[in-house]
């Protein structure tokens, strides 16, 4: 699950050393099998400390006991999981980070799961999810640092122990999160690269690793893409000295395999992976430039998601494909002027070569509906930075020509944390968009600059039910929270798993 974790499930005993977890509601009460595990000195302690520090056990909240009294461990953390009335709709994954971020300097953690306070669960699946989120919280790229520093919160290594009352049933629902977590960590390792590493060779070579799971990875060089006729992406790598690559990655899970019976019909994923975006001719404002090494999030998670499904061999059949290029201002980049033909026929006008990531999907979304005939689509993009002024970092924007779709993607984001809210499409937006020279325009300018972009990519899907995510705000630069204290989120990752294994799976 992460290599600086180690998670097992056992019966309640007390550990020699590391850290001591146990959970409060706002009562403070502990609950009683408990406080019957750690005696009535340590639990005495827990009430003072908690008057002390002024703690009303709200929920991620918490404190430690160092070296408490009745016991041998080193510490005694105290988590608060909130009111009554709240406990019933408890998230899991969050609490379990929070309480990886308050064991301090401890390498290992026992956490008293067995009981709970009244109202929480405290079943096996609550206990997987809680591992999942201490997994995601323990995560740290420190792949490029000669000196690490003890200090630093992903510089050392922690055995965890959740105590629970059936460790057998906690551990094979463990199995399924722990998939999923190790294609969030796939997902963030190749955002957090440096693009003098990851360039779409490189990429694709990563790719190629699912098949050590059983998914089929086909790569595409340019010499088959411009044979095919995907010159709207290529058009974006043509001023790099980085060749382009498509990678299409096939997971044929679903009983009776590879699609063939109308029921095993194949769902489609689809990543943008700009390995660097400068902005091209239209070069992008020196400053911040160096996130650009993000554009590929999307891409990524794809990979991601391809690897929690193989991994926990999920029965369902997909198609992951993601587009891989590289936007440099060479003498050789095409220019604001230029008129494209996209693998549709379509032609499109580029009016700002920035607007780059939508000839990618363009191309990809039309090659993966018209071989695969999918019974949905979903692409992810790190698409326009008008998304982050409509949403910022707390949602990604969801379009989507099917409603049944937006509304599964609209439950397992509620479900899973990672949120997406649905904005418009409309023909109305299409004259923005329109031409004089060629069928489309690349850019329609500032306003409604995420919804024009989303209507761009829908004249390439044909009828295939299809959805847009927009993730410039929740990929990259990512909002701290309990779970991620890194630049990249994975995000997408556990949302699509979701997406898949409530709704698609045989």
């Not at 908690?50 to 080193?74: D, I, M």
């Not at 160096?290 to 029965?315: P, Q, T």
């Not at 989303?454 to 039910?465: C, G, I, S, Y």
Request: net charge neutral; with cysteine.
């Amino acid at each position: 699950m992460s290599e600086r974790l180690r998670v097992s499930f056992a019966d309640a005993n007390l550990p020699a050393s590391g850290a001591v977890v146990v959970l409060v509601g706002d009562d403070l009460a502990l609950p009683g099998a408990v406080r019957d595990l750690i005696g009535d000195v340590a639990a005495d302690a827990v009430t003072r400390a908690a008057a002390a520090e002024n703690f009303k056990g709200k929920a991620g909240s918490g404190f430690s006991v160092l070296v408490p009294a009745g016991l041998q461990a080193a510490r005694l953390v105290v988590v608060g999981v909130g009111a009554a009335s709240d406990r019933a709709t408890a998230d899991f994954v969050t609490l379990g980070g929070s309480i990886l971020g308050r064991i301090g300097h401890a390498k290992s953690v026992t956490v008293l799961f067995h009981d709970a306070p009244e109202g929480l669960r405290h079943d096996a699946d609550a206990a997987a999810d809680m591992a999942l989120g201490m997994a995601m919280r323990a995560y740290a790229f420190e792949k490029y640092k000669t000196k690490k520093q003890d200090k630093d919160e992903g510089a050392r290594e922690v055995d965890a122990t959740i105590a629970v009352a059936d460790p057998k049933a906690a551990a094979k629902a463990h199995r399924s999160r722990q998939a999923v977590a190790e294609g969030v960590v796939i997902a963030r390792n190749l955002v957090n690269e440096p693009p003098n590493v990851l360039d779409p060779e490189e990429f694709a070579r990563r790719a190629a690793h699912l098949e050590k799971l059983g998914v089929e990875v086909e790569i595409l060089d340019e010499k088959k893409l411009d044979k095919i006729g995907m010159r709207a992406l290529l058009a974006v790598g043509q001023g790099s000295t980085k060749e382009s690559r498509v990678v299409i990655m096939r997971w044929n899970g679903a009983k009776g395999g590879k699609g063939k019976d109308a029921k095993d019909k194949p769902i489609a994923f689809v990543g943008k992976g700009v390995c660097f975006d400068t902005g091209g001719i239209s070069i992008k404002p020196a400053g911040g430039m160096e996130d650009m090494k993000g554009d590929m999030a999307g891409a990524a998670c794809v990979v991601g998601l391809m690897h929690a499904l193989a991994s926990r061999k999920a029965k369902v059949n997909v198609i992951g494909a993601i587009g891989l290029v590289e936007n440099m201002p060479d003498g050789a980049a095409q220019r604001p002027g230029d008129i494209v033909t996209s693998l549709s026929g379509q032609t499109i006008e580029i009016i700002n070569t920035d607007a780059e990531g939508r000839l990618v999907l363009a191309d990809v979304l039309w090659y993966v509906q018209d071989r695969f005939k999918p019974a949905f689509m979903v692409d992810l993009a790190t698409l326009t930075g008008a998304v982050l002024v409509a949403l910022g970092q707390e949602n990604a924007g969801l379009f989507s020509n099917d409603d049944e779709l937006a509304e599964r993607l609209a439950a397992a984001s509620k479900a899973t944390g990672e949120g997406v809210w649905r904005l418009p499409l409309s023909t109305a937006y299409d004259k923005i968009i329109d031409s004089k020279f060629a069928d489309v325009k690349n850019s329609g300018g500032r306003h409604a600059g995420s919804i024009t972009a989303a209507q761009f990519l829908k004249r390439f899907v044909n009828d295939t039910p299809w959805a847009h995510l927009d993730v410039a705000g929740t990929a990259m630069g990512s909002p701290q929270t309990e779970i991620n204290r890194g630049w990249a989120s994975g995000w997408g990752v556990r949302l699509l798993d979701r997406l898949v294994s409530d709704h698609y799976e045989g």
